[in-house]
């Protein structure tokens, strides 16, 4: 009965959230907090009651803030649930924030090619300064309510960014270096006047940076020596002197103990000392790099979890980890400023442990909360959670060489002293973090070989041609790209028994942007008209096997294609698919016509994030397509001519296949930066969003293993190989958190934070894919409004459901996937019948796992995806990414997708209609390109041109 009771309680929960989000729209995340029931704190609107009679208890414990110690009229607020007790003006109208200037507008990274005597060649060192604006551009242009896309445009060409008062003026560093050291060049070159060296190195706009290369020759030494007094950066910001220092540049005996100075000294891949984010951090820390380094890395956050899953870098951008990884920071930092450090181990005390995971949940002062008297005695009790004791137990520390002598500092405790420590050591100090003790991603495609006889003994035949392991700490801001190379060959004298189509594939994944490639082996098809000449790659998945400290290893899957289908897959495969085997209707499915089933053009780029994304990240993702554009522009000429792609693609036009070759790599590779452009895009704003939300809910939220995010540009080529679909998704494949509920907060907070983050993304799926695009995408949230919108009811199905279930009127293919979900522990929630979206049935649910509450949305195809189509030839997609590759080349920072969307906008609706009907006129295309690029020169480029002088050279 008390099992039924809170089962109902929670679906109550769930349609009420589900029904308002679906008729209101995205809700931004503040407001999520009105929905979420009445088991959870939330703070109170403005018009909450009197300020003095509350304010006092915003301090208070929270097992002291109980409602029946205030008087009655205090427990409830106008609109507000029964007992809740509030803060008066907890919740104000948002303020407009104006850009303030920053604490360190200034900063300089330093990097030399050596430290030590041994590794110096022929007395020569190479030194990096890079001088950088810390400041986010000021000018943003301001839109009225409801303005179009020409109104944006215009908004943005108005800006100049010559005049951003964020821009740091007339920037010089100077420099005094060490007797017997000779500068033997520097670029730029340097002014030398009263033994000081001075760069001119002009403005620097708003996240810009400007570097400085210095080679100099420097005198044999056995000891630690400074080269330089440390260079200084100057510049004018809004009319106000700003200054950085670099740290000096040393050179360090070549060794401690008996040890190579070099080994405490190397960049690894938890404490990556030569990451690009870690040296800009690094070189705020002087003149004193230890104290410091330590100071700041002290200051992060703890968050309880165990061994290294995010390493320097994400521990930076999440500005929290746990104690390995605040120890990975610290000496990251450390060995940047080329101070020796290792790391130590040891087990904490329960006590020690439980203050770290108390001190995971600050005050909150603006919300006190609520308890409900019938959950009275389940209230969240972190502190003495088995868990979270034992990771926090499992303790890491850094010992710092600094004046001939190692010392101990402990960034995991915010009041920690150099030279204090909390716990024992146990074994030898440490290098490197030992790889047992690292998260790691197995990246796998597993396929599905089919042939008549092999089929009849042993049904599918599996293999996997491509996998590999990574570190997750080496993933951070570090997206994978899959692809295949795909061949193809035909009968060399035409079908005179059968015919025949014999495809090849490849796939390799790549690291980044410049990364490594990993190439799979290759496998092959055969597609027949003769049933027993029939060898079919019938489907083949991505499949992420994420491992953890403790060598639990969870499985994730994500479909590639499928030319079976789960619907039969879950059927008497056996006795339904072999008589089909022989029929008109598969032979022309695996026959010698079909097309291969991934082609050269999809590009999928996977993000894992083990850690929260940096804001400045997301923000430079897009300028990556910036290093494709000169090629994107060289191949314009090449797309004009190219005459009829459909010739080229049936091999009757042999001299144009070395540039197609060209044209297609660089589409692809615009494609690709696009991707991962959407990609950072979502999770950065999910970040945000999960924050304010977690804030709002009174819970702890932050990612214990890696996230998933998949964003793939495919083309879907059938039969008539001209007539191709563009398919743009995003698919969250993993994207749970880790949620705790605030000491003395109720227990339900946990699952309820869950179920709104997760209708939440999906709705913020949605926007940024129609942000980024300018069209509107198909995705589970968006097929449920429009089951609202038609009227069609939602039914609930749990495993009491099924028999009442099995009646819907929906595809099986949906059917199979929710049966197994719901056998699997989880319940759903989907329209009574397929709903209409651009006047084709579809179908898309909710799938609530109960026992976390945690929330998603699924597709047909069994993807949690936002989904764009769009049926255009091949040709009209080749001048679609050379068109927002342009327009991405125009603005830095937020207009490029103003730009982009102008683009896509104008050409999918005035151009890629009259394209359709074509028939392969290249006059049409080469007109439409002509048309597109006077568009942008016209309409969108002028004021990129007064803003960046050498792009408008580039083009022109």
Known sequence: MRNSRIRNQFIKIVASILIVALICSPIPPKGWASLVGVEIAQAAPASAGPASTVLSNATLPLEQAKPHALPPELTKQPGQPAGMLLEAEARQTELQHKLATLVNPISISRMQSAYTPELILSNILAITLTVTNNQPPAIIPQLPPGATLTDTVQAWQSVDLRNDPNAIHNVLL?????????????????????????WNLGD?????????????????????????????????LQDHVVSAQACPIMLLSNAIEGQSV??????????????????????????????????????????????SLRGARGTLWSEAGNSLDKSSLLIATLRSNGVPARYRHGTLSDERAQELILSMFPPKPRVVGYFPTEVEAQRADPAHDPKLLAEAKDHWWVEAYQNGTWIAMDPSFSYAAPGQTFTQPEGDSLIEVPDQMRHKVTVSLKTERYDLLTYLLARFVYVTPLTTTFNTAELVGQPLTFKQLVSTQHPPFGCLIYCWTHFTYIPYLRMGDEGWMIQGEPYWELLSDYPFGQFVITAEWLIFDVRDADGNVTTYTREIADRVGIAARKGPLVSDMVPELLTGQVMITFGPKAPALVNEWDTHAIYFNPSLISSEYAAHVGENLLAVSPRILSVQPIVSGLGSLFAVLEGQALDLLPKMEIVTEVAIDSGQ??????????????????????????????PDSPRITMVSSVISRTEVLTQAVQLQLMDLVHNSLRVIAYPGQVKS??????????????????????????????????????ATAQNIPLMY?????????????????????????????????????????????????????????????????????WLVIAA????????ISIGIGIAIL?????????????????FWKAKAPALQNAAGDPNAYRQALIDTKNYMRNTVWPSACDVNNWLCKVLY
């Open 890 to 906: 125009i603005e830095r920072m937020r207009m490029w997708e103003v730009a982009a969307r102008a683009t896509w906008e104008y």
């Open 797 to 865: 199905v749990d495993l009491n459901q099924l028999e009442q279930f099995a009646q819907l009127p929906i595809s099986q293919q949906a059917k199979a996937r929710i049966v197994d979900a719901v056998t699997q522990g989880n319940a759903v929630l989907v329209p009574e019948r397929m709903v209409l979206w651009n006047g084709q049935p579809t179908i898309a649910w909710w799938q609530i796992n109960l026992r976390t509450g945690e929330v998603i949305d699924v597709s047909e195809d069994g993807t949690h995806q």
């Open 174 to 198: 100077v420099d005094s270096f060490a007797s017997g050291v000779v500068i033997a060049s520097s670029m730029p070159r340097a002014d030398y006047r009263n033994e000081q060296y001075t």
């Open 749 to 786: 907070a946990e699952p309820t934070y869950r179920l709104t983050r997760g209708m939440n993304e999906a709705f913020l799926e949605k926007k940024v894919g129609e942000q980024l695009t300018g069209e509107t995408g198909k995705s589970g949230a968006g097929v449920l409004q429009a």
């Open 872 to 879: 255009v030839s091949l040709k009209a997609f080749l001048i």
């Open 204 to 236: 620097i706009a708003p996240l810009d940076s400007v570097t400085v290369t210095i080679v100099m020759q420097v005198p044999a030494s056995s000891g630690a020596v400074s080269l330089d007094t440390g260079a200084t950066a100057w510049g004018t």
């Open 262 to 307: 070099n080994a405490y000294l190397r960049t690894t891949l938890d404490a990556g000392s030569a990451d690009e984010y870690v040296i800009k951090r690094a070189g705020q820390m002087c003149p004193d790099p230890v104290a410091k380094s330590f100071e700041y890395v002290r200051s992060l956050g703890y968050e309880a979890y165990k061994g």
């Open 673 to 702: 930066a696009f991707n991962r452009m959407q990609g950072a895009t979502f999770v950065a704003l999910s970040d945000q969003a999960s924050r304010e939300v977690a804030d709002t809910s009174l819970v702890r939220s932050y």
